[in-house]
């Protein structure tokens, strides 16, 4: 092996082992939207529904209106979040009452 492949092996780890660093803010960030995405099921059950949702993104996108592709995904991106939050409000509700016992 020459110097050069051996230098041109650590730059390979290096440029891994800083990748994995800038990743980490990001696999906590996909662990949070796998959450966010798995309530979101839970208030939309229905497939058909959640695919309703994104109609108007496409149409503000084949539009080319750039305000109203900025309003369709604050909205698409807000309201759901509205939703989640009530969702975990209300689960967190039921788990804090306590359970009557049964005779």
């Not at 803010?25 to 839970?42: K, W």
């Not at 967190?92 to 359970?99: E, L, V």
Request: glycine fraction near 6%; proline fraction near 6%; charge should be neutral.
């Amino acid at each position: 092996m020459t110097s050069s492949q051996s230098g041109q092996g650590k730059k390979i780890r290096t440029e891994r082992t800083h990748g994995r660093r800038l990743l980490r803010p990001f696999d906590a960030l996909a662990a949070d939207l796998r959450s966010v995405i798995g309530l979101i099921g839970r208030l939309y059950d229905d497939p058909h529904r959640i695919a309703q949702t994104h109609e108007p993104l496409l149409e503000s996108i084949e539009n080319g209106d750039t305000a109203h592709i900025l309003a369709a995904f604050e909205y698409h991106l807000t309201d759901p979040w509205r939703g989640v939050a009530q969702l975990v409000a209300t689960l967190a509700t039921a788990r804090s009452k306590p359970t009557e016992p049964t005779a």
